[in-house]
């Protein structure tokens, strides 16, 4: 197994503490916490796979977001390759057992290379899971095909969709399950609608319908119900937030909601840094409600940032992926990031994967030019593979406190807890269509 203190950024000393006091808590209970997940996944079983964005704060560690249509598959260390096909082919399996061709719809009118090494990857790991697999792009005619050339000179072959009654089927490939790697932030096409196979994540989860408050509801809850069976404050496993809808920026309609409610959560987490006798100054993140690729996302530090904001900060906000409007945010309690990399001592935050609840495998953004309360997601950043061995299920035997596995096992959990609320999102969606289901 590779030396997992190469691939993980150092705790800034003064936060060692805090954060090993969180990790105790969690290293401790940990048959507790297999067993709990799962009776969760028997009642809720995950989606098929997902991404999720977590800050280690120290005394806190916490997800920021959570992507149902994952790119970056790239960045995975491919060392661990084998355990990503495992839990590809376990995920699948567990919706329809038979599965064998997977097509994978990936997201359209892009020659963004870097995103078509994510797409390579997630062909490297469902054939080294054993399926045959096609890919195919919603904006090709029917009948027609492109070439992807990857920045190593590899080829990917990208075929048009034919509809025929409820069947897909891109060139001569008739998939008995489709993954879908296209958020669908402009709305779920006509083809899409009641296909004969399992399509998956459901296209009713894509960020045109979606919504991040959402999500981190249904992840307050499930933070409520893991912190009682591990005796821990939810607070330090899940941000505070509140949303606003009906905003515009560039009119500026909406603000009074967005400065009421930023008023309220800066007090209740300056409350929660008195309870805890934290030194450090609260901030929150405003974001765009739905998938942003680090658009529409602003850090504010008080209220009267948000009371004043310029025309360039305006027009920022205003719009995310492809234009589309943003008319609703999230207000989310901003969680610092006390990891640094390298000499220059760069910020930097773990992103972890998982195929269902198998942690797959992750990587650290990192940026030397932001700093600990800001986004990460912006142009000069890097990312440095992470090391998930057996699925990060249990924490090393030697539980020394300067064992990093441990520190992926805690990051494990939290993104288990995240991927535990999409399932909750996705148990409620189909709950919701079959009670406005037309009778037959």
Request: net charge negative; glycine share 6%; proline share 6%.
């Amino acid at each position: 197994m590779a030396d997992l203190r190469l691939v993980l950024p150092a705790l800034n000393t003064e936060y060692i503490e805090p954060f090993y006091t969180l990790e105790r808590t969690l290293l401790a209970e940990w048959h507790v916490i297999h067993q709990w997940f799962a009776t969760q996944w028997r009642l809720t079983p995950p989606p098929v796979y997902g991404s999720v964005d977590l800050r280690n704060a120290g005394f806190k560690v916490a997800p920021i977001d959570m992507n149902l249509f994952p790119a970056g598959f790239n960045n995975l260390n491919p060392t661990f390759l084998s355990v990503s096909a495992a839990g590809a082919k376990k995920s699948i399996h567990e919706t329809k057992p038979d599965a064998k061709n997977i097509l994978i719809i990936t997201e359209s009118h892009t020659r963004n290379l870097f995103y078509w090494d994510n797409v390579k990857a997630i062909i490297n790991t469902l054939q080294a899971a054993g399926f045959t697999v096609c890919v195919s792009r919603l904006d090709l005619a029917p009948h027609t095909s492109t070439d992807i050339t990857l920045r190593s000179g590899e080829i990917i072959r990208v075929e048009g969709l034919i509809r025929e009654a409820n069947a897909l089927i891109a060139g001569h490939f008739k998939p008995d399950y489709i993954l879908l790697n296209n958020d669908l932030s402009e709305g779920i096409p006509a083809i899409l609608h009641d296909v004969d196979v399992p399509l998956m994540p459901p296209a009713e989860l894509g960020w045109s319908k979606r919504f991040k408050s959402e999500h981190f509801q249904f992840y307050a809850e499930v933070a409520a119900d893991f912190a009682k069976e591990v005796k821990l404050d939810p607070w330090l496993i899940a941000p505070l937030f509140r949303y606003c809808g009906e905003l515009n920026f560039m009119q500026q309609e909406g603000m009074d909601c967005l400065v009421a409610n930023a008023e309220i959560l800066f007090a209740e987490i300056e409350a929660k840094y008195a309870e805890y006798q934290l030194p450090y100054k609260p901030f929150l993140v405003v974001k765009a409600d739905t998938g942003t690729y680090g658009m529409a996302v602003m850090t504010v530090r008080s209220i009267d940032e948000l009371k004043s904001l310029n025309r360039k900060q305006r027009t920022r906000m205003a719009t995310t992926k492809s234009g589309q409007p943003v008319r609703r945010v999230i207000i989310q309690e901003g969680v610092h990031t006390f990891e640094v990399v390298g000499s220059k001592r760069s910020v930097a935050e773990p992103v972890v994967y998982l195929w269902g609840n198998c942690v797959a495998g992750g990587f650290y953004r990192v940026h030397q030019e932001r700093g600990i309360d800001e986004n990460l997601n912006a142009p000069g950043m890097h990312f440095e593979p992470l090391a998930f061995p057996n699925c990060c299920d249990s924490p090393h035997e030697e539980l020394g406190l300067d064992d990093s596995q441990n520190r992926l096992f805690v990051y494990g959990v939290i993104a288990r807890l995240s991927m535990l609320a999409a399932a909750r999102e996705v148990h409620h969606l189909v709950t919701e269509k079959m009670k406005t289901a037309p009778l037959k």
